[in-house]
Nanobody
């Protein structure tokens, strides 16, 4: 079993920044990692993914140029730097270790509001 724990969410004003962290209980070296989000009344959507060696990073069109995903395999941690936040970024953000079996965290709430 693998535990995945997100942190770093909170309330921020439009235009502000947050950095989310995701720590896994076991190695992430061989796994693509991803950040997803789910807003109230909407389906969960991919925000960003990063390959094992950080060579490939994919982003949803809605966050390109504003969000950056990164990873530190030694720390079993994945980050999501979120800049220029908009109200429509408000959601619960989830981290996933992708593999034969996917492991999800419990999510961290991000609220962008005045």
């Amino acid at each position: 079993q693998v535990q995945v724990v997100e942190s770093g969410g909170g309330l921020v004003q439009p235009g502000g920044s947050l950095r989310l962290s995701c720590v896994a209980s076991r190695s992430i070296n061989l796994y693509t990692m991803g950040w997803y989000r789910q807003a109230p009344g909407k389906e969960r959507e991919m925000v960003a993914t990063i390959s094992t060696g950080s060579r490939t990073r994919d982003y949803a069109d809605s966050v390109k140029g504003r969000f950056t995903i990164s990873r530190d395999n030694a720390k079993k941690t994945v980050y999501l730097q979120m800049n220029s936040l908009k109200p429509e970024d408000t959601a619960v953000y989830y981290c996933k270790r992708q593999g034969i079996e996917d492991y999800w965290g419990q999510g961290t709430q991000v609220t962008v509001s005045t």
